[in-house]
């Protein structure tokens, strides 16, 4: 049996798995979105789940919410922050679906540090691996968190990296904190969970609840909070098609810097970087570029 369970993370007037059933309990509803929920609280500010639901809509929640996070395949503990507590996130205030709760696991100090997401391609090239090794070496020696979505190709060897190297990683999920995915990643995010930082904003109840495809839709918005949890997105390499473009599109709405590399814009089979380019993206020929753009010293 695992070991996963809840714990505070914010103050004791607040009773955790309360607040959890009444936030899971508003994604029950059939319309219900990051933008519903968002707006729902934006009109209710300072409000806790509880308090914008009545309570005979969640209390039945409270046994499968008590099976799906404690009899997990995780061997983590499952903490929650809470929208409006003293340590939340402030960076998720520059989104523009504002995420009230996020479930976590790990060392939570990593929020307070200066993180940079690292993303791209599921398939990359080995050129793509080697940059990417690269500029996550570069990014830890100079004191950054290494901030990524625990996907397989990029992503994956961002986080390995930044750990090699004795640095920083947070990886932002977009599965519930129980679930692996991909399963090939299983090992690596306990690893995270437990020496580093793991977070995910994915209700335990709904995706339990939904098909695969349905599931789908957390994915992009997992790419939002990890663009607003960083101080910057660098991009590796994708295509035009690539979710990563959701990521390179929430970091300039959110003010965030976006580095994208030189290899990508000589690629003759996408168009992305020079259209990212003309919204205020960054070209990286260099490390420099990058520490350029943050406007921090080489």
């Known amino acids: 049996m695992s070991n996963t369970a809840i714990d505070i993370a914010f103050s004791s007037a607040i009773i955790p798995l309360k607040e959890i059933a009444a936030y899971e309990a508003l994604w029950l509803e059939s319309k219900a979105s990051f933008r519903t929920i968002a707006n729902l609280f934006r009109q209710n500010p300072g409000s806790l789940p509880s308090e914008l639901i ?82 996550t070496k570069l990014l830890v020696a100079d004191n950054f968190t290494i901030v990524s979505g625990l996907a397989k190709g990029i992503d994956a060897v961002a986080h390995k990296t930044a750990i090699k190297q004795k640095g920083r990683t947070i990886a932002v999920l977009g599965t519930p904190l129980n679930t692996y995915y991909p399963k090939e990643n299983s090992h690596l995010q306990n690893f995270i969970a437990h020496h580093h930082l793991l977070i995910s904003q994915v209700p335990f109840v709904r995706y339990s609840k939904q098909t695969p495809f349905g599931n789908k839709l957390f994915f992009p918005e997992r790419n939002k909070t990890m663009s607003a949890l960083s101080e910057a997105t660098v991009i590796i390499e994708a295509s035009d098609t690539s979710g990563t473009l959701i990521q390179a599109k929430a970091a300039l709405q959110q003010n965030r810097k976006l580095f994208i590399l030189e290899s990508c814009f000589q690629n003759p089979n996408i168009t992305w970087p020079a259209k990212f380019e003309e919204q205020g993206a960054i070209r990286v020929k260099d490390y420099q570029d990058i520490i350029g753009g943050l406007d921090l010293k080489g």
């Open 54 to 135: 009545h309570e005979e809509f969640y209390k039945d929640l409270y046994p499968e919410l008590k099976k799906l996070i404690q009899h997990s395949k995780a061997d983590y503990k499952a903490n929650i922050l809470i929208n409006e507590t003293f340590d939340y996130p402030s960076g998720l205030k520059d989104a523009a679906e504002q995420v009230e709760v996020l479930y976590y696991a790990g060392n939570l100090d990593y929020l307070q540090t200066r993180g940079i997401a690292i993303v791209g391609s599921r398939n990359p090239s080995a050129n793509g691996v080697k940059r990417a090794e690269k500029i």
